[in-house]
């Protein structure tokens, strides 16, 4: 894949030390690739955005309304705004997949006018090595996905490539949708008649993220409401030419 055609857009919000390391642990690698990257942060402190400004590629941007989805929303658009015909969302926490997998993923995806969407998805033995009610909840959200774009797929690990034109339509979402808002744009891109594809890796759970606690457990049920009501909500959006 050509690089000059993609941007980059991510979200940051380091709350404690650890979250901060894990964060300049992982940009740093994201650096790399010498990409434009518009990140949205949610208030980190001064020290962590001193860190981002001093990357060249990195575009900072600071969120008006704290919120996962304010903050993903305002990159997109950043991004949109540099006209890159791609564009890869991430969250900024990957730091195994920027190591391992994102570069060569860049290097194999070849996109054209048809591609709406390239999800970076994981194998079924990386799949299976994330916490139990993770998998369950995930599992629920990637068969209803399955259901209205056709595809049996994995769309819940999180990076993937989206053709710039499906971004306008992120303004019809909700401020409250969060996670929502992934799979609605999954199948917005469906509907719009675009090709929804994943680029599969053996993907595995990092080791800090494999607690299964009473909140990290009602988390997930919270996920899995956003993402529900992301896709109901892209089921009735009217589109262009309707």
Same mark, same amino acid.
């Given at each position: 894949?050509n690089? %000059?055609?993609i /941007?980059?857009?991510?979200?940051?919000?380091?709350?404690?030390?650890?979250?901060?390391q894990l964060?300049r642990? +992982?940009?740093?690698?994201l =650096?790399?690739?010498?990409?434009?990257?518009?990140?949205?942060?949610?208030? /980190?402190?001064?020290?962590?955005?001193?860190?981002?400004?001093?990357?060249?590629?990195?575009?900072? /941007?600071?969120?008006k309304?704290?919120?996962?989805?304010?903050?993903?929303k305002? &990159?997109?658009?950043?991004?949109?705004?540099s006209? =890159?015909?791609?564009?890869?969302?991430?969250?900024p %926490?990957?730091?195994?997949?920027?190591?391992n =997998?994102? +570069?060569?993923?860049?290097?194999?995806? *070849?996109?054209?006018?048809?591609?709406?969407?390239?999800? +970076? &998805?994981? &194998?079924? /033995?990386g799949?299976?090595?994330?916490?139990?009610?993770?998998?369950?909840?995930?599992?629920a959200?990637?068969?209803?996905?399955?259901?209205?774009?056709?595809?049996?797929?994995?769309?819940?690990?999180?990076?993937?490539?989206?053709?710039?034109?499906?971004?306008?339509?992120?303004?019809? @979402?909700?401020?409250?949708?969060g996670?929502?808002?992934?799979?609605?744009i999954?199948c917005?891109?469906?509907?719009?008649?675009?090709?929804? *594809? +994943?680029?599969?890796?053996?993907?595995?759970?990092?080791?800090?993220?494999?607690? %299964? &606690?009473?909140?990290e457990?009602?988390?997930?049920?919270?996920?899995?409401?956003?993402?529900?009501?992301g896709m109901i909500?892209s089921?009735? @959006?009217?589109l %262009?030419?309707?």
């Amino acid at each position: 894949m050509n690089k %000059d055609i993609i /941007s980059i857009a991510t979200i940051t919000f380091a709350r404690d030390e650890k979250e901060e390391q894990l964060m300049r642990d +992982a940009l740093e690698q994201l =650096s790399k690739l010498n990409i434009p990257v518009f990140i949205t942060d949610g208030g /980190s402190l001064p020290g962590f955005l001193e860190f981002l400004r001093g990357f060249p590629h990195f575009i900072l /941007s600071q969120a008006k309304v704290q919120g996962l989805w304010e903050q993903a929303k305002n &990159s997109l658009l950043e991004a949109y705004q540099s006209n =890159s015909t791609f564009i890869f969302y991430t969250e900024p %926490d990957k730091l195994d997949f920027f190591q391992n =997998s994102l +570069a060569e993923m860049l290097a194999k995806v *070849e996109p054209d006018d048809k591609t709406g969407i390239v999800m +970076a &998805s994981r &194998s079924d /033995s990386g799949f299976a090595t994330f916490p139990a009610f993770q998998r369950m909840t995930e599992t629920a959200i990637n068969n209803c996905c399955a259901e209205l774009v056709g595809k049996n797929l994995d769309y819940t690990y999180g990076p993937f490539l989206l053709n710039r034109k499906l971004v306008p339509y992120l303004k019809q @979402v909700k401020d409250d949708i969060g996670w929502g808002w992934r799979p609605y744009i999954f199948c917005i891109a469906r509907r719009l008649g675009y090709q929804v *594809e +994943a680029y599969v890796y053996n993907l595995l759970c990092p080791a800090d993220q494999q607690e %299964d &606690s009473p909140a990290e457990r009602i988390y997930r049920m919270k996920q899995l409401k956003q993402n529900i009501e992301g896709m109901i909500l892209s089921t009735t @959006v009217r589109l %262009d030419g309707e």
